[in-house]
């Protein structure tokens, strides 16, 4: 475990770039430092592997002061990731990967094979091998960054902004990568980011750190969102604190029903029996075709093509509330369709029963933090 204890960074020329920090890093986790520009995030990472010294204060790598290892010993320990990627231009891909294991003394067909596997692992194509940096995208670069540091399976990761340079769609990529990278290998990855949603996607930990390198709050993605600590933090977190809290909360509980929904072949008498002003009209095998008004469908001659659309359907359990809300917010008939992993219908909400579940998770949330409170 990586603890940081009343650390501060004064550099020579007065700027105290982090005040008095303390943060315990869990193993095997992601910890997220984020905050705005200036406020010392790199500092802090850079502290972790010495290329900064601390001014006061110690960091303690499983209980021994890190000044205490040759400074080789601890930077092999840890890998580190910047913002794009900081490949070495005159090296092919392969070549940049095996940097740290040739390093390391690994003959040239060990390393290039590690290499190769980590392509795979980042989701690289094994034809990109022989290019140079300048011949990949952003995205493709910041892969070639992670498997990089991975080379020689340190089992801890300094990632400073490394997916900021790139564009929303391929970031969110790169997230849920490192996400199940972090599943399969377990690596212990100190994170800095100024994006507070990248902070919520990745982090089980995340610090909210100020201006001046002062913590604001240190806790569970979940618990700043229902519980900031000041008006910084709350600020920092944006408007939608309420609706991305949602996101935590599980879509299972809620309740479905199942008389609003008929098959295409539906004989009038069920038409008829539907109360509901409109029906959620599904294929042979359970799959949603669209919603239709009561009045204007007409048994045994069903317009599929005059269907209303269903929209983007959630599955309970997999899905949480925010999802089940937004799907709901889209429906041209304010109700959310729920599937199974095969697509097919399990029934639908609506907005008014997602919105009595969202004030009654609330409600729960509230309740869990006064109980942690007293
Ligand atoms: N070598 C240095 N000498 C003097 N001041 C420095 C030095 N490096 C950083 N600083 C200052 O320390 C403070 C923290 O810098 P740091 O780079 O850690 O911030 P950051 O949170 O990573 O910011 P950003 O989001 O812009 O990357 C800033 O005020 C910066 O100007
Ligand atoms: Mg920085």
């Known amino acids: 475990m990586i603890r940081i204890d009343s650390v501060t960074k004064r550099y020579p020329d007065g700027t105290v770039a982090v005040d008095r920090l303390s943060l315990e890093i869990p193993d095997r986790s992601i910890t997220v430092l984020v905050g705005p520009s200036g406020c010392g995030k790199t500092t802090t990472l850079r502290m972790i592997n010495r290329m900064v010294e601390p001014t006061e204060g110690t960091i303690l790598l499983d209980g021994e002061d890190s000044r205490r290892q040759p400074v080789t010993t601890l930077r092999r320990s840890m890998g580190y990731v910047i913002q794009n990627a900081g490949l070495f231009q005159h090296r092919t891909i392969v070549d940049n990967i095996a940097t740290v294991p040739r390093l390391l003394g690994w003959g040239r067909q060990r390393a290039r094979e590690r290499a190769a596997e980590l392509m795979e692992r980042v989701g690289l194509d094994p034809s990109l091998a022989k290019r140079y940096p300048y011949q990949l995208s952003g995205g493709q670069q910041q892969r070639v960054g992670v498997a990089r540091a991975l080379a020689a399976d340190p089992p801890v990761l300094l990632m400073d902004e490394p997916f900021s340079a790139v564009d929303p769609v391929v970031r969110k990529g790169l997230q849920a990568e490192l996400l199940r990278i ?3 290998l377990g690596k212990t990855i100190v994170f800095v980011t100024h994006d507070i949603d990248e902070a919520i996607t990745l982090g089980t930990m995340v610090a909210v750190l100020r201006e001046g390198g002062r913590l604001a ?5 979940a618990d700043l969102l229902s519980n900031p600590a000041d008006g910084f933090v709350e600020d920092f977190l944006g408007a939608d604190r309420g609706i991305r809290r949602l996101s935590f909360f599980p879509s299972d509980a809620l309740e ?3 008389d609003a929904v008929i098959p295409a072949d539906a004989t009038a008498a069920r038409i008829a029996a539907v109360e509901a002003p409109h029906l959620l009209v599904t294929d042979a095998d359970g799959r949603p075709l669209g919603w239709a008004a009561r009045e204007e469908l007409t048994a045994g001659d069903l317009r599929t093509d005059r269907l209303l659309p269903y ?7 997999a899905d949480s509330l925010r999802v089940a809300l937004d799907c709901a917010v889209l429906s041209p008939v304010g109700r959310a369709v729920a599937v199974d992993g095969h697509g097919r219908v ?3 909400v609506s907005q008014q029963t997602i919105g009595e579940a969202v004030r009654a998770a609330h409600t729960a949330g ?3 933090e006064q109980k942690v409170a007293g």
């Open 217 to 221: 709050q240190y806790a569970p993605p």
């Open 346 to 348: 399990t029934g639908v």
């Open 182 to 184: 972090q599943d399969e």
């Open 256 to 258: 479905l029903t199942t």
């Open 366 to 368: 509230r309740a869990d």
């Open 311 to 317: 929209g983007r359907p959630f599955v309970p359990g």
